[in-house]
């Protein structure tokens, strides 16, 4: 009798302990796809993006001019284009529709332009790459201008400023060139339970976006992809074709996103010939390249 009474609570202890264990389990679970929420990503058009992110809405470097607005870039491939060279794929009201703040890398006229300035609510959160670029922004009306830094929290996301450079070496090395490229940033979002976001920015391939990749490992790599060209220099200066590639192979296991092409004077890369090169080097499943007014979810 004694036997049979110890029997039982043997297997009373064996089976809670089984359960324990899988509830640890089911705890430490790794996290799928299926346990992120959604992170969605529109191309307005050139390098302008709507990304919601932990349902907030960022809209990234605005340029909502309308159609050949702005003479073509000097000194610059096909100068003589005026830009943009496309209209917008969608009403200004809809491109502002639901946006919680603004992101501008930068304040070139591609990415932040006359009309940006008049459309935008000049009590929006803001977000600048530096003081000058801030003080640039304050002095066009808007209220609330902060400066982005390593680890800023806006709604429950945290954004962290990458650094880049804006063309090559070369190109820096010439004062009145190097004045006229300026400063730009990357930003990488991140949430808890949401896929992490690289935006690059203008950038050509740099220590900093490995610095960034290794650093924050994202899921989701938003590239500026045109392959912008100034006369007078060989390279670009932001990234290209080959980049793309390098990203894909480099992070095999995100997805790439390849923006700001078909509509800015100087951009040498059309999403046709990148489209191209992505599948002759068979990674079209890793690579979007959306169309203006395209949205993509993660």
Do not use: C
């Not at 603004?102 to 591609?110: R, S």
């Not at 004062?175 to 400063?183: F, I, Q, S, T, Y």
């Not at 990749?213 to 938003?222: D, G, M, T």
């Not at 670009?236 to 390849?258: F, H, R, T, Y």
Request: hydrophobic share 40%.
């Amino acid at each position: 009798m004694q036997l049979r009474k110890m029997a039982y609570v043997f297997m009373a202890l064996t089976t809670n302990l089984t359960a324990a264990n899988s509830f640890a389990a089911e705890s430490v679970k790794p996290m799928t796809d299926k346990n992120y929420s959604v992170v969605q990503l529109q191309e307005i058009r050139n390098a302008t993006v709507k990304i919601t992110y932990a349902d907030t809405t960022f809209l990234i470097d605005p340029m909502l001019s309308k159609k050949g607005t702005y003479p073509g870039f000097e000194n610059t491939y096909r100068s003589e284009l005026r830009n943009p060279l496309v209209d917008l794929p969608m009403s200004e009201d809809d491109v502002l529709k639901g946006v919680d703040a603004v992101i501008v890398t930068h304040t070139h006229l591609d990415h932040w332009d006359d009309a940006a300035q008049k459309l935008i609510p000049k009590n929006m959160p803001l977000f600048a790459q530096n003081q000058s670029d801030a003080d640039i922004i304050r002095k066009q009306g808007f209220k609330d201008v902060r400066i982005l830094g390593t680890h800023t929290e806006f709604s429950g996301v945290t954004l962290s400023k990458i650094g880049g450079q804006h063309g090559t070496n070369k190109m820096y090395a010439e004062p009145m060139v190097a004045k006229r490229l300026g400063e730009a940033m990357g930003v990488v979002f991140k949430a808890p339970h949401h896929k992490t976001l690289y935006l690059a920015g203008d950038t050509i391939w740099r220590p900093e976006v490995d610095q960034a990749l290794n650093q924050f490992k994202p899921e989701i790599i938003v590239l500026n992809a045109g392959y912008a060209r100034l006369t007078g220099f060989d390279d670009s200066i932001i990234m290209g074709k080959a980049d793309v590639l390098k990203a894909s192979k480099l992070m095999p296991n995100s997805k790439i996103v390849a923006v700001h092409m078909d509509a800015i004077n100087h951009m040498s890369l059309t999403r046709k010939e990148l489209k191209q090169f992505v599948h002759a080097n068979n990674i079209d499943n890793h690579v979007d390249i959306p169309k203006d007014g395209e949205s993509l979810k993660f």
